[in-house]
């Protein structure tokens, strides 16, 4: 089973659920392009990172007895959207499992994949299934926006939009969230 990232609720809304997220360690990737296509262009980056692509590994031409095998880290979910500061930007991120620390984890082979730690954060949450599409992600965007500040509660950062199942699992059964972080 796939480790999912860890979140405590704190409050429930009619229209979102208020989370408090740990500090946790991810991999991520700054694409350029449109929202449905950037992350089949960041994922086999990321998951060749996953797979051992990393600067840990002994270089070529050092002597030694036995070169190990790179060590995979396991995949989580899920895979998290957010548009970058610049213009037309997508940041493609996967949280590492949570057993991964600072002193664990391993520098990217691929210059684009870079990895940095996550502050602690609150946040409020909507889940919905079905395809995670623009259109959809961008209206219950929308929808989460207003129902935080009715509640209110003020937006600090940028949406992170959630994805939890692969492409091949049938739409009906896909879970996706879009996530907005809220000022405490």
Same mark, same amino acid.
């Given at each position: 089973?796939?480790?999912?990232?860890?979140?405590?609720?704190?409050?429930?809304?009619?229209?979102?659920?208020?989370?408090?997220?740990?500090?946790?360690?991810?991999?991520?990737?700054?694409?350029?392009?449109?929202?449905?296509?950037?992350?089949?262009?960041?994922?086999? $980056?990321?998951? %060749?990172?996953?797979?051992?692509?990393? /600067?840990?590994? #002994?270089?070529?031409?050092? &002597?030694? !007895? *036995?070169?190990?095998?790179?060590?995979?880290?396991?995949?989580?979910?899920p895979v998290v959207q957010e548009e970058s500061d610049r213009p037309g930007c997508w940041l493609v991120r996967l949280v590492m499992p949570a057993d991964v620390t600072p002193a664990t984890l $391993?520098?990217? %082979?691929?210059?684009?994949?870079?990895? /940095?730690?996550? #502050?602690?954060?609150?946040? &409020?949450? !909507? *889940?919905?299934?079905?395809?995670?599409?623009?259109?959809?992600?961008?209206?219950?965007?929308?929808?989460?926006?207003?129902?935080?500040?009715?509640?209110?509660?003020?937006?600090?950062?940028?949406?992170?939009?959630?994805?939890?199942?692969? $492409?091949?699992?049938?739409?009906?059964?896909?879970?996706?969230?879009?996530?907005?972080?809220?000022?405490?």
């Amino acid at each position: 089973m796939t480790e999912e990232q860890p979140y405590r609720v704190v409050a429930r809304h009619s229209a979102f659920e208020l989370r408090r997220y740990p500090a946790h360690l991810a991999a991520e990737m700054l694409v350029e392009g449109e929202f449905d296509g950037v992350a089949r262009e960041a994922l086999p $980056p990321l998951a %060749a990172y996953l797979s051992g692509a990393d /600067r840990s590994r #002994p270089r070529p031409g050092i &002597a030694r !007895v *036995r070169e190990a095998a790179p060590k995979a880290i396991p995949r989580t979910a899920p895979v998290v959207q957010e548009e970058s500061d610049r213009p037309g930007c997508w940041l493609v991120r996967l949280v590492m499992p949570a057993d991964v620390t600072p002193a664990t984890l $391993p520098e990217p %082979a691929d210059p684009r994949v870079r990895t /940095r730690e996550i #502050p602690e954060q609150l946040a &409020a949450a !909507v *889940r919905f299934s079905g395809r995670g599409t623009a259109t959809e992600f961008d209206r219950r965007a929308t929808a989460l926006g207003r129902a935080v500040t009715a509640a209110g509660l003020q937006p600090a950062g940028a949406i992170r939009y959630a994805r939890y199942d692969p $492409p091949w699992r049938p739409w009906f059964l896909r879970r996706n969230e879009v996530v907005l972080p809220v000022a405490e």
